[in-house]
């Protein structure tokens, strides 16, 4: 965590010209906390507050989520935030060729599965014995690149995606193309935010931010190539959103 001075300073660019700046935040594990099963998530009414008066201060305020879109805007629950689901696949036109292949993928493997149309998710965070259960998944894994289908893992999960050249980097570029942003925040937590970090670094942009609300699961990378860390999502909310 930076101090607060050093902290002020990296946020003025985007503090001082809101209407010209984009705040992008992934959902789970930046907005609502991570919980044992995704349906048990919430975003906290502090932070749904939080993201209203950005909504109405701000040229564009987005979640970019793993989540299938209808359920990470029913997460989220403000008016006047973006959504884009399924780490960006939702917006490449060529995402529901694939629906039925992983639709008989999910069948022939038949484990408990986070169905999102696009893509699927395994977890394993409640498993009883996680070591055992990430064997499993990885078997799972070998399986998804034998059908032609793209795994990732993430935070105790296994994701199986189609073979397209969408992902959070993209939706980010997306998002700020559309929008003609020309300054910009990110914040993840996750092996896919790093991807949307590179989108960021992609963009030309005036200035750019990228935090990282780090955690004993997610990727080390994450911490090095961010110019923020934080430590929880209440972090995030205290620290960052309270400040833009």
């Known amino acids: 965590m930076a101090a607060d001075g050093s902290l002020d300073a990296l946020l003025a660019p985007l503090v001082e010209a809101p209407e010209r700046s984009a705040i992008l ?12 099963r995704p349906e048990l998530s919430a975003v906290p009414e502090a932070t749904k507050a939080e993201l209203r008066r950005l909504a109405g201060r ?4 987005a979640g970019v989520s793993g989540r299938a879109g209808d359920d990470a805007r029913r997460l989220v629950g403000v008016e006047g935030i973006d959504v884009v689901g399924n780490h960006g696949l939702e917006l490449d036109p060529a995402a529901p060729g694939f629906r039925e292949r992983l639709a008989a993928f999910r069948e022939a493997v038949g484990l408990p599965v986070e169905d999102k149309t696009l893509s699927l998710t395994y977890h394993y965070r409640e498993a009883e014995d996680e070591p055992a259960a990430r064997a499993g998944l990885e078997r799972v894994a070998a ?10 893992w993430g935070r105790k999960v296994l994701e199986i995606r ?16 559309r929008s003609q942003a020309k300054r910009a925040l990110y914040a993840g937590d996750d092996t896919t935010d790093l991807d949307a970090f590179g989108g960021l670094d992609a963009a030309g942009l005036e200035a750019a931010v ?22 929880s999502p209440e972090a995030f909310l205290a620290d960052v959103l309270r400040r833009l």
């Open 58 to 61: 701000y040229l564009l305020v």
């Open 143 to 152: 399986r998804a690149e034998e059908a032609g289908l793209v795994p990732r």
């Open 162 to 177: 189609p073979p397209l050249d969408a992902d959070k980097g993209r939706a980010v570029a997306a998002l700020l193309e």
């Open 25 to 36: 935040l992934d959902v789970d594990g930046v907005l609502a906390p991570i919980v044992a």
């Open 210 to 231: 990228r935090v990282a609300v780090a955690s004993s699961e997610g990727p080390a990378e994450l911490r090095d190539a961010a110019d923020l860390v934080v430590e």
